[in-house]
């Protein structure tokens, strides 16, 4: 499970966005080095089984109208429409982007109230729910290099609500502290579950990262937040990982960094029932290696992991970056090196 070989095999590239339009697997933009934002869109056909060695990598001919990096996007409920928001932007005239997976073109939508504040927040991950509305926490709108954690930081959750095309930002209460480079998982009962990336106390203080086993929790029908302690294995906090939910309801984590540094264990459960963390026995064979800013996204019972900055290096070059697929079994927590239908 190295290096994938394929027609159209994009460049490694890290900090990029993915969304799952039934069984097309979507990748957007991202960083291909210290300073440069791609505009690229490319896109697996997961509906056939495929080798890992040979990805069918396809790319969209017309890319972004912008390069973007360190953004977020989800597709719609009808999986119709793919919603781009955020990031670094290489345009500051908007922050949403609308792609159709039919005619594989990006336009700029309406949307009423929007908040001009909002272009070029980044180090966001965002979730939608079952009616169309996304939430967004917190972001800086920091945009320079490939440096994290700087520039104004966001005391606010902002709703997107893609069936009306409107737009609301909530404030935070004074006990609920902002995050960058976290994830943001979004269970059945409507609580979207936010784990590990950066804090601050206050505006002024230094960035810190968050605990595992402090999980920040909010609550889309109350518009509440609340926390929850975790235990069972500990977790070594980082940034840059990435979550899904699976069927049973749990969240499995992956990869992320501390600075350059890889992090322990690199792959990880969290029960939510019982708010416990642990690690399956054999997740460490055939693993992929320790990635930061990469993608994962939960086809059928495989969570596909892509791209990403190999972590563990010190110097930031382009072949730290990876252009690989990997595909993890969620019942049988192993690795396997075919996407079976």
Known sequence: MLLSISRDIPDGRYELSSALINDKLYFFGGA???????????????????????????????GM???????????????STIFLIGGRMTSTSTAVYKFDPINLQSTIPIINGFNDSFINRNEINAVID??????????????????????????EMSLFDTTSMTWSTLTLPTNVLPRLDYTATLLPTGLIIYIGGYTKLTPSSERSYANFDDILIFDTKSLSWSNKNASGTTIQPRYGHSAILIKDGNIIIFGGAQTSAQVYPDLAVLNTNTWIWSVPSNSTVNAPPSLNFH???????????????????????????????????????SCFRHLMK
């Open 65 to 79: 109208p912008v390069g973007d990096n360190l953004g977020t996007c989800v597709s719609s409920p009808d999986n």
């Open 295 to 333: 993608t994962a996204n939960l086809y059928n019972i495989y969570m596909i992991i892509a791209f990403g900055r190999k972590t563990g290096q010190v110097v930031v070059k382009p072949y730290y970056y990876s252009n690989n697929i990997y595909i993890f079994n969620t019942e049988t927590y």
């Open 32 to 62: 291909t080095n210290a300073t440069n934002s791609s505009n690229e869109v490319f896109y697996l056909d997961l509906s056939s089984t495929f080798d890992i060695f040979t990805p069918p990598f396809k790319k969209v001919s017309v």
């Open 130 to 155: 079952s009616k169309g509305k996304r939430y967004i926490f917190s972001g800086t709108d920091y945009n320079s290099g490939n440096f994290t954690g700087g520039g104004n930081w966001f005391y």
